[in-house]
């Protein structure tokens, strides 16, 4: 039990989804990179939230359409060079408070990847679109190419099912066997 978390969500019990801007809600779509055959497996998933504890979720990812959360962007102050502002990823998970993606929860940079959780009150910011999907920028106020991301991994892994990983850019391992490298691509509802 992480009584920091209980408290951050509780902390947040006063903003409620209604004040939040969901009018263009989407969910995310795994999208295989090319040069990865035999891994198709890995593509066309749904991101879904498996829960871990109050107020704390994995992010993972089912075949099944009918199981995939909705997320929307809820800008934050600090802005892009394009002047776009980056966003908080949130999610609806059909209570009254929003849940955020949460690229660093176990904050080792140390490693090559590390899974992504969705919790209550508790998320990375720093988030922006291209076209190929959802980025995450790890310091977006910075200075240019402080950028420690290097993509989306999803991994077989400890719920038995694929799991979602960020993988940080200063290593260049190659991914385990039972990972493939792919972008997350908004498909909007
Ligand atoms: C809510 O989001 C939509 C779509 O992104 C945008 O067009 C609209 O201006 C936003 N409304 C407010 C009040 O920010
Ligand atoms: C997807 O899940 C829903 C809800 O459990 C179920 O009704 C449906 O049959 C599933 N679809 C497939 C293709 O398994
Ligand atoms: C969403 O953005 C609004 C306006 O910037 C802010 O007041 C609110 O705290 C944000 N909510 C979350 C959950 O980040
Ligand atoms: C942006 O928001 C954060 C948290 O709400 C606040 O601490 C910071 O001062 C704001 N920055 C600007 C430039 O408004
Ligand atoms: C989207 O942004 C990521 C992260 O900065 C970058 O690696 C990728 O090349 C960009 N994709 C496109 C199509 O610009």
């Not at 978390?5 to 995310?28: C, D, Q, V």
């Not at 035999?38 to 993972?60: C, I, P």
Request: proline content about 5%; charged content about 15%.
């Amino acid at each position: 039990m992480h009584f920091s978390t209980i408290i951050s969500a509780l902390a947040l019990a006063g903003t409620t989804l209604a004040s939040l801007n969901t009018t263009r809600e989407y969910e995310l779509r795994t999208q295989l990179k090319p040069g990865q055959e035999g891994k198709e497996r890995f593509g066309d998933l749904w991101l879904v939230a498996s829960h871990t504890g109050a107020g704390l979720n994995d992010a993972v990812l089912y075949a099944n359409r009918s199981y995939a959360i909705k997320g929307f962007e809820n800008a934050t102050n600090i802005t892009q060079s394009d002047g776009q502002p980056f966003f908080n990823q949130l999610f609806d998970l059909g209570g009254t408070l929003p849940y955020d993606l949460n690229v660093a929860a176990y904050a080792n940079f140390y490693a090559a990847w590390e899974p992504v959780r969705i919790d209550g009150g508790s998320g990375s910011g720093g988030f922006f679109m291209n076209s190929s999907g959802l980025q995450w920028n790890s310091d977006p106020s910075g200075p240019a190419g402080s950028n420690l991301f290097g993509g989306w991994l999803v991994c077989d892994w400890w719920h038995g099912v694929p799991q979602l990983f960020a993988k940080w850019n200063d290593y260049h391992y190659e991914s385990p066997c039972s990972c493939a490298d792919v972008d997350l691509l908004p498909v909007y509802i």
